[in-house]
């Protein structure tokens, strides 16, 4: 069973930063893409941030320059580094491993205040 498990979320006000950390623990031969999704309510659930294996990267147009996604292959974590966030932020991020089916943690909420 392959599962990814998200961490780091929390409340923070305008400017900061935090960053999400995702392990994806079980059967593991090689996992292709990494990413990280979001979802505010009352919207619809949208990609932030993907990582390839080979370490190319795509962000949606709203974080490009705030935000930087990385993996550590060996660990099989990906992480999400979000700095200068804003209230428009706020949503439960949700980690993705693709391994030929594509996986989704339990999403962790990050709150940004104004």
């Known amino acids: 069973q392959v599962q990814p498990v998200e961490s780091g979320g929390g409340l923070v006000q305008a400017g900061g930063s935090l960053r999400l950390s995702c392990a994806v623990s079980?059967?593991?031969?090689?996992?292709?893409?990494m990413g990280w999704y979001r979802q505010a309510p009352g919207k619809q659930r949208e990609l932030v941030a993907a990582?390839?294996?080979?370490?190319?990267?795509d962000y949606v147009d709203s974080v490009k320059g705030r935000f930087t996604i990385s993996r550590d292959n060996a660990k099989n974590t990906v992480y999400l580094h979000m700095n200068s966030l804003k209230p428009a932020d706020t949503a439960v991020y949700y980690c993705?491993?693709?391994?030929?089916?594509?996986?989704w943690g339990q999403g962790t909420q990050v709150t940004v205040s104004s």
């Open positions: 079980g059967s593991i031969f090689s996992i292709n893409a």
């Open positions: 993705t491993a693709v391994l030929g089916y594509q996986y």
């Open positions: 990582i390839g294996s080979g370490g190319r990267t």
